[in-house]
């Protein structure tokens, strides 16, 4: 397993996406990346990372991590492990904190991901409503 550190200077996470991130952010996109993809390869870890950067630096979501993990609209959570309280227990391991720190320091899969799933069924909201990418591991990639 490859070791990347990022460094924090007055409470922000030094990165090289171009983003402004809080200790706070990154404290979230740890979790978030594990309770979707902490059964995954390394990969497929780096992916969901990458989808969540990719969001914070769209127009059409919120400007910050933390802001695009917890987004709801109309109610309903972008996340599912939000939804269900799995992102509040969920305990990182090493292998998704190297993994995050790889895409916080620009490893990416791809700059088209804004959005996954963990299946790819024809009548699902991801698959009627966006452009499907391509299938890495347990999830289905979208923009």
Same mark, same amino acid.
């Given at each position: 397993?490859?070791?990347?550190?990022? /460094?924090?200077?007055?409470?922000?996470?030094?990165?090289?996406? @171009? #983003?402004?991130?809080?200790? !706070? !952010?990154?404290?979230?996109?740890?979790?978030?990346?594990?309770?979707?993809?902490?059964?995954?390869?390394?990969?497929?870890?780096?992916?969901?990372?990458?989808?969540?950067?990719?969001?914070?630096?769209?127009?059409? =979501?919120?400007?910050?991590?933390?802001?695009?993990?917890?987004?709801?609209? @109309?109610?309903?959570?972008?996340?599912?492990?939000?939804?269900?309280?799995?992102?509040?227990?969920?305990?990182?391991?090493? /292998?998704?904190?190297?993994?995050?720190?790889?895409? #916080?320091?620009?490893?990416?899969?791809?700059?088209?991901? #804004?959005? =996954?799933?963990?299946?790819?069924?024809?009548?699902?909201?991801?698959?009627?409503?966006?452009?499907? #990418? =391509?299938?890495?591991?347990?999830?289905?990639?979208?923009?």
């Amino acid at each position: 397993v490859e070791s990347v550190n990022v /460094t924090t200077n007055s409470g922000y996470v030094k990165n090289n996406v @171009g #983003l402004t991130i809080t200790e !706070d !952010d990154y404290y979230w996109l740890v979790k978030i990346v594990h309770a979707e993809a902490g059964n995954q390869d390394e990969k497929g870890r780096i992916l969901v990372a990458n989808a969540i950067i990719n969001r914070v630096k769209s127009d059409v =979501f919120p400007d910050s991590i933390k802001g695009v993990i917890f987004q709801a609209s @109309g109610g309903i959570y972008q996340f599912s492990p939000v939804k269900n309280g799995f992102i509040y227990n969920v305990n990182a391991d090493q /292998t998704t904190i190297n993994c995050v720190n790889r895409a #916080l320091n620009g490893e990416c899969y791809s700059e088209e991901v #804004l959005y =996954f799933s963990s299946q790819k069924s024809p009548y699902s909201w991801h698959n009627t409503n966006l452009a499907y #990418l =391509f299938t890495y591991g347990d999830h289905a990639f979208y923009k």
